[in-house]
């Protein structure tokens, strides 16, 4: 079968493509480069260690004094309720174990609530992205922020399994008047741990981060 030879038109069309082609994923890299300049190393991704408070304590064990700048218990996510789990899934990222760090489905599903109510009605962001922001990034909302906020949510996947990033992100959102961390937030609202909390007790953790005190 013989090939037509492209007209001059034709080619002129082909070349303008693939130089835009070309142009936008040499934006893409250098956007990538310069984003990622300032953002942990993966050596650093590898030794995350919460801040964790200092206590004094006495000969027989009593707490005399305790020393932090974020009042935080770390818990294994075994010792977590497993119904506790599932209530801040469904409140923060329901499709946690199927994305990989990014939901774009619920990218896109907000976008769509947001143009349809004409605001910013509903936030799209995983547990991965604010476990990325609560350990290296700032809250200020900006494009820049945002993007470092991706990519740092990329590596983090990379770095850990997602019951590790669970357990990170467990660990470390804040519950509001200096709480951090679920266990925390259970002695100081229930003044009890974790793994004794009722089920009336586990529906109401899951909604305090939205609006912290303190």
Known sequence: MRVRP????????????????????GM???????????LPSMARLEMIEPSLKTRILAADGTVLKEFYKQD?????LEKIPVDLQKAFLAVEDRRFYDHSGIDFVR?????????????????????TQQLSTD????????FARKIKEILLAFRIEKTYSKDEILEMYLNQ??????????????????????TDLELHEIALL???????TG
């Open 135 to 142: 350990l290296f990034l700032t809250k200020e909302q900006t």
């Open 173 to 194: 959102i804040y519950f509001g008047s200096g709480g951090y961390g679920i266990e925390a937030a259970s002695q100081r609202f229930f003044g009890k741990s974790v």
């Open 6 to 25: 492209m007209r001059r038109g034709e080619r002129i069309v082909l070349f303008t493509i693939l130089v835009m082609m070309a142009a936008v994923l």
């Open 107 to 127: 990218i896109f599903s907000a976008a769509w609530k947001d143009i349809i109510h004409w605001r910013i009605k509903e936030g799209a962001s995983t547990i």
């Open 28 to 38: 893409a890299v250098a956007g990538y480069i310069w984003f990622s300049r300032d």
């Open 72 to 76: 935080r218990i770390l818990i294994p």
């Open 206 to 212: 899951p909604g305090l981060p939205k609006n912290p």
